[in-house]
């Protein structure tokens, strides 16, 4: 006890010298990259300077109502990092790995790029969709992870939904998700979870299938929602015909670096690609 009680303190100094450096990965999202920025001092001011990316080891929750668009985001991810040579664990809880491969190459070919074989090259699905012991024992599921980054040198992670992992024991919501959080942080990993929403949730919260088990662990929380223009007062608000529907994105919190606090508008593409727009505020103030 008394080794631990003297290791667990230690000088800020000391643990600096171990921290990685803070800098940005591109996300594959057009519009998001630009929201992360980090601090600097010049002539006694403080001057915002872009990461040009979410921070590089940060977990990041992304959350929302169905069909809002946190699959394509989290698969635009994972293309543009294995596009770049990077290799990235996705664990599918949802799609079966045969069906999620489709939707893999039809971003990649949305977001134009040629060289497909890259892509399929550096992306390794973990397939908790077919496989119920993975799905249904955390410990089974990180320990199959961990082979996955020691074998493939994995530096990017996706689970697509962690929700899936706890959905008939929300009560244990925060222990799996602390399991899962712990060891991404372990093995250095930069992360994307993606949660879902139960009715009754509040459409723009950081409130989840679990409570707030996720987004009160996690380095990061983006939240994502949408609207569909049923009033002439809508047309007028938003700009957009009745019937159709709206977007929006929310980037609720992030520990490591500074963000973006204002609520944007979101598009996805005929090509099914996820775009971070203007200001909710800035559209508004047109009306």
Request: glycine share 8%; charged share 25%; hydrophobic share 40%.
């Amino acid at each position: 006890m008394e080794n631990i009680i003297k290791e667990s303190v230690k000088n800020l100094s000391e643990v600096g010298k171990e921290a990685p450096k803070l800098e940005g990965v591109p996300s594959g999202v057009e519009g998001l990259d630009e929201l992360f920025f980090t601090s600097k001092i010049e002539n006694g001011k403080v001057k915002k300077i872009s990461l040009g990316g979410i921070p590089r080891y940060a977990v990041v929750n992304l959350t929302g109502i169905s069909d809002t668009g946190k699959s394509l985001m989290v698969e635009q991810f994972a293309v543009k990092q294995a596009s770049l040579g990077k290799r990235v664990a996705f664990i599918t809880v949802e799609t079966p790995a045969t069906f999620l491969s489709i939707g893999l190459k039809e971003r990649a070919t949305a977001m134009g790029i040629e060289d497909t074989k890259v892509v399929e090259d550096n992306i390794y699905i973990i397939d908790a969709a077919s496989y119920g012991a993975l799905r249904e024992d955390i410990k089974v599921l990180l320990d199959t992870l961990a082979y996955t980054i020691k074998t493939y040198k994995i530096k990017y992670t996706v689970i697509d939904s962690v929700t899936g992992l706890y959905e008939a024991k929300e009560m244990l919501a925060r222990t799996f998700v602390r399991q899962i959080f712990n060891f991404l942080k372990k093995w250095y990993q930069t992360a994307f979870l993606v949660s879902q929403k139960r009715s009754g949730h509040e459409e723009f919260s950081a409130e989840a299938a679990g409570g707030y088990a996720v987004s009160h662990i996690v380095d990061c929380t983006m939240v994502l929602t949408k609207k569909m223009i049923q009033s002439q007062y809508d047309e007028r608000l938003y700009k957009r015909p009745i019937g159709e529907m709206i977007r929006f994105f929310r980037i609720d919190g992030c520990r490591m670096c500074g963000h973006d606090t204002d609520t944007h508008v979101m598009e996805i593409t005929e090509g099914g690609l996820v775009k971070i727009g203007p200001r909710l505020k800035d559209l508004l103030k047109k009306t």
